[in-house]
């Protein structure tokens, strides 16, 4: 049996993932290490629990006894990286806390690895001759794109918040461990996720959440603001893929090919709740626009073809279908 690190399991695309990739991979011993912040929830990995091949550790990445600890209990042969501060607005108020999670969090991580893994730069011990480190990421990395164009693997990092510089930070210290000691690094750059799960901080579940609340639902700005969304389980099997499929050293952009302004995205959730749990008037009563976000990016987009044609991924869930699913699981949820 192999023995899988995933860090911040207990979170919105970790706690997605875990089932799938246990459900998936029969031969792995998978230990999850999560701080259980304000955005894990512990609930949502119960299905975990049956399964004999599935540890939790409640601890921090930025802990460097601990994660020692665990590498060398575990015997860790590989490690897939979800553990960070994600939330753009709590960076901009907050930045402390997201150089020390996703910087140095990542570093005690990869270094412990290669402490692990490797005797030198390009000399893989023995007993870890394919042991590989899959760090997640974000399209924000890339900054923000204008009117038209998509973010490619070779797109210039212009990072626009604390919050993105910290994963752009993130990113280039996996790639120079992947270039000065050899370490056989991933790299996934995805777009906006959705889907069951999610803290209701993020814009869909907040949309849905004060919808049914009878709340104010605060869109920024315009509302005019486009992201590409992604079914955050299509995303869980795309990072399955790349680990296990993926290049040596190199980077994947993970996208849905759904671009949406954030007013779309609202009006088209108000419309299927005014259709499944219907009021006297519509929930698009309740949309107020509010003071922008300081330096809200304009517009992201990914280009997955790489993904695509080289490791054989696509998306199973368009828009509609998979906001459809969405919906569902935040009314069951919240009205239970």
Not at 144 to 164: D, R
Not at 290 to 319: C, M, P, Q, T
Request: aromatic share 12%.
């Amino acid at each position: 049996m192999k023995n899988v690190l995933v860090t911040g399991g207990a979170g919105f695309i970790g706690s997605n993932f875990l089932p799938y990739f246990l459900e998936k991979n029969r031969e792995y011993n998978v230990v999850n290490l999560d701080v259980l912040s304000y955005a894990s929830d512990i609930k949502n990995l119960e299905e975990c629990n049956l399964s004999s091949r599935y540890n939790f550790i409640e601890g921090d990445i930025r802990d460097k006894k601990l994660v020692q600890s665990i590498f060398n209990e575990y015997s860790i042969s590989g490690v897939i990286h979800f553990a960070a501060e994600s939330h753009v607005d709590n960076s901009i108020s907050k930045p402390e806390i997201f150089i020390e999670t996703n910087i140095n969090g990542t570093f005690n991580l990869i270094h412990t690895a290669y402490n692990l893994w490797m005797d030198g730069p390009f000399k893989f011990k023995e007993n870890f001759l394919n042991s590989r480190f899959l760090h997640v990421s974000t399209d924000e990395v890339y900054g923000s794109l204008g009117e038209k164009g998509l973010f490619t693997e070779e797109t210039p990092y212009a990072p626009n918040s604390p919050y993105s510089a910290s994963k752009a930070s993130s990113d280039m210290l996996v790639r120079s461990y992947r270039e000065t000691y050899g370490l056989n690094t991933l790299i996934t750059n995805c777009s906006n996720n959705y889907g069951p799960k999610q803290h209701e901080e993020k814009l869909i579940p907040k949309i849905i959440h004060n919808a049914i609340c009878g709340k104010q639902i605060p869109i920024y700005g315009d509302g005019k603001n486009v992201r590409d969304w992604l079914y955050v389980l299509d995303h869980c099997k795309g990072i399955n893929l790349v680990y296990h499929k993926g290049k040596f050293g190199e980077v994947y952009n993970i996208g849905g090919k759904n671009e949406k302004t954030n007013i779309e995205i609202v009006t088209t959730i108000c419309e299927l709740l005014d259709k499944k749990i219907p009021k006297n008037s519509s929930y698009k009563e309740l949309i107020t626009f509010v003071e922008d976000r300081a330096g809200h990016d304009k517009r992201y987009a990914i280009d997955a073809s790489k993904i695509e044609n080289y490791l054989g991924w696509k998306a199973e869930e368009n828009f509609d279908s998979g906001v459809n699913l969405t919906v569902d699981w935040y009314i069951k949820k919240l009205t239970k």
